[in-house]
């Protein structure tokens, strides 16, 4: 079977690298290899972009923020993310387009058409196989994330742009699952890997 790539999506505070770490320990569990990694990051050069780009300190124009982000990107999808792949394994990546189209498209009202084509090429075009985003209500989103990074120091309407975004884009993403991420951490699980093709389940 060719090795999956899969991503998990949502807002601040929803999971996310919970979840990356227990789907990736049930896969390795059922003897699937797989690579677990996150944007923006993945590369020493990525994380490097993640921290200006995080850093309360670093204040910049929306533009300047997505090309970092496309930068980091195109560093994660051509020196981590296809090399494994090639190499048979499973990669799980927290974030990946669909966050520059909700974040910098929705919540910061950056052109989505342009997003869409950095994105084609900061990835040469990979898509995912799976999509699972973990959906919070904004306030839930906002309560749980205050002032920890230039992201989770924006006001509530900035995270409901983005939900709205997130429930928009995924509509068009084949095999892309809107999961409950309220619901228990065990049951967010069982949710994701319902919907994976895995050897025995
Ligand atoms: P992340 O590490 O997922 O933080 P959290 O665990 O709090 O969800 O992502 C850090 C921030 O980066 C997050 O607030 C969203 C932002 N981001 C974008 O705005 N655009 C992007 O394309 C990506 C990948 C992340």
């Not at 990356?20 to 050069?45: I, Q």
Request: aromatic share 6%; with cysteine.
């Amino acid at each position: 079977m060719k090795p999956l790539f899969v991503v998990l999506e949502g807002p601040d505070a929803s999971g996310k690298s919970t979840q990356l770490h227990l789907v990736a320990d049930a896969l390795a569990a059922k003897g699937v290899p797989v690579l677990a990694t996150r944007e923006p990051g993945g590369t020493p050069l990525g994380e490097h972009l993640r921290d200006l780009v995080l850093s309360p300190n670093s204040a910049m124009n929306p533009l300047t923020e997505l090309l970092l982000i496309i930068g980091a990107r195109h560093e994660h999808v051509e020196k981590v993310i296809r090399p494994a792949l090639g190499e048979g394994k499973w990669v799980l990546c927290s974030r990946y387009t669909l966050s520059s189209l909700a974040y910098q498209g929705w919540g910061r009202g950056l052109d989505l058409d342009l997003i869409r084509h950095l994105n084609q090429l900061a990835t040469g075009g990979l898509e995912p196989d799976y999509v699972f985003l973990l959906d919070l209500p904004p306030g839930v989103a906002y309560e749980r994330t205050r002032e920890r990074d230039r992201f989770e120091g924006e006001g509530l309407e900035f995270f409901t742009r983005v939900r709205v975004g997130y429930l928009e884009l995924i509509r068009s993403v084949p095999r892309a699952y809107v999961i409950d991420a309220t619901l228990s951490q065990q049951r967010v699980l069982g949710e994701i890997l319902a919907h994976l093709p895995l050897p025995g389940i």
